[in-house]
Structures are given as C-alpha cells and as structure tokens.
C-alpha cells in the first residue's frame, strides 16, 4: 500500500541506501535528524533494518556456504511441495524432479516497507547437478546489482537467467510490490513439449505450496511458446520459487 508521505520524510528506499552506508554525508545528516524527529519514518526505519539485516545474515550464509540445516530444510521443503501435487505429475516428472529444479530464486516480501527483494544465491540445494537456469537481477537501474534484485518501495522487481542467444529459452520472476503479485514467464518454449511445473513454495511453517498456471501465447514462427503465471495477493513473507528441469534435449 502507497504510504503517503509529508514533507521532508524518507522513503524505504533512501533508508536501505541509508543502512547499507550509501548515502552522501548531507542527506545522511538530513535523513538521521528526520528520523530522530519523525515517528512514523522511525519505524518505517526500523522495519527496513530487520529487512536489511536478515538478507546481510542470509547473504554471509550464502557466501559461506548455507549451513546444513537451513540447506536441508529448503530442500524438505521442495520435496514436501513435490509431494502434495504427486497426483499431478507423471512418472517422467517426479524422476526429472528427483535431483533438484532447474532454477530457484527466493522472493522476500517484507511486512510494512513495501519492498521485495529476489535472492538469486544461496539456492543451490534446491537445484539439480548441472542446473541450467542461473538467475540475475535484470539492470532496470544502476542499483540492480549483486546477488539479489531489489525494487523501489511498490515498484517491481526482476530477474532473469542471462544471455539466452537467439531463439533461446529464458526464464523471468518478477515481483510488483504494489499487486503483491509474482508473475513467471519462460520465452521461447517448445511448443511440442509439456509445460514445466513451476513452484511457489512459502519458507514459513505450515503454508501451503502453490503450483503455477500457465498462460501460454504461441510464437508460430519459431514454432515456441512464451510461457506466463501469475501467483497473486502475496501475503508478505519469504517464499521460493522453483522450476521443474528440462528435458535433456534442447532446441537448436
Ligand atoms: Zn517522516
């Protein structure tokens, strides 16, 4: 929701520049008074802290490798998530799945400040031996930089696997922040194959997965198909986001 803002008071963006030392010397003066004086940018302040700091602890977990126990459970949670749609995936499926997703992101919606961040790294137990699709932030600004993409308070966040070549696949997560929605999309699909099961799986306990319904639009030059889903009202939280592996053969 549009947080309506008076004179002189930050936005949750100026205070994730602010927290990760980004800021010129005078408009960091300018923004630490305001914040001694201003209650609501106090706490907006404080939400995009916990914000910052939770990615600065899973961010050094990644680098270090993630520990064992959070690695295993992300990957319990896939198999759980597998396992609620058995019924829908045949036995070529479940045994394409048995290694891993072809890519994952995680998506992090936080409570108050409207932002989202998508973590691009530290997935790599969700994924299978060889997994094609690594994904990056997409450049929509100079600050879309580093492991993980993160939009404008309300804005949309994306990202990407790279530099598909021509005629290539290319698989997209992006977040609109204001919609509370997560939209996928895969370009350049075979249009003679099965569409691969995408996954939403909420990291919280408890919460049910989702599976993605495809919307496809044919490319009948190119005899493909752009694949899109949407997953609406995200409550906030952190989810991931995982994507059936291809078959072993490629389109040329
Ligand atoms: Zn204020």
Redesign the pocket.
């Known amino acids: 929701m549009p947080v309506e ?2 004179p ?3 936005t949750a963006e100026e205070l994730v520049d602010y927290f990760d030392r980004r800021l010129e010397a005078e408009p960091e003066r300018r923004l630490e008074e ?2 001694a ?6 706490s ?1 302040a404080r939400e995009v802290y916990a914000l910052s700091m939770k990615w600065d602890q899973w961010t050094a977990r990644s680098h270090a490798d993630a520990s064992a126990a959070e690695a295993g459970s992300l990957r319990a949670l896939l198999d759980r998530a597998l396992g609620r749609i058995r019924g829908a995936l045949s036995k070529e499926q479940l045994e394409r799945w048995k290694g891993g997703a072809e890519g994952a992101v995680k998506v992090v919606i936080s409570e108050a400040a409207n932002v989202t961040r998508i973590v691009t790294e530290g997935l790599e137990t969700l994924l299978r031996p060889a997994a094609r699709w690594q994904f990056i932030p997409v450049e929509a600004s100079s600050r879309g930089v580093g492991p993980s993409a993160r939009g404008k308070p309300g804005g949309v966040t994306q990202v990407e696997t790279p530099e598909p070549g021509p005629g290539r696949m290319r698989a997209r997560v992006g977040m609109d922040a204001a919609a509370g929605k997560i939209t996928v999309s895969v370009e350049k699909y075979p249009a003679d194959r099965n569409y691969p099961v995408v996954l939403l799986v909420p990291i919280s306990e408890g919460a049910e997965p989702e599976s993605g319904k495809w919307k496809s639009v044919p490319d009948p030059e190119s005899k493909t198909v752009n694949l899109y889903a949407e997953f609406s009202r995200r409550k906030p939280g952190e989810y991931f986001i995982a994507f059936e592996p291809l078959d072993e053969e490629r389109p040329s």
């Not at 004086?37 to 106090?42: I, M, P, R």
């Open positions: 803002k008076r002189g008071c930050v305001h914040l004086a201003c209650e609501d940018c106090g907006l």
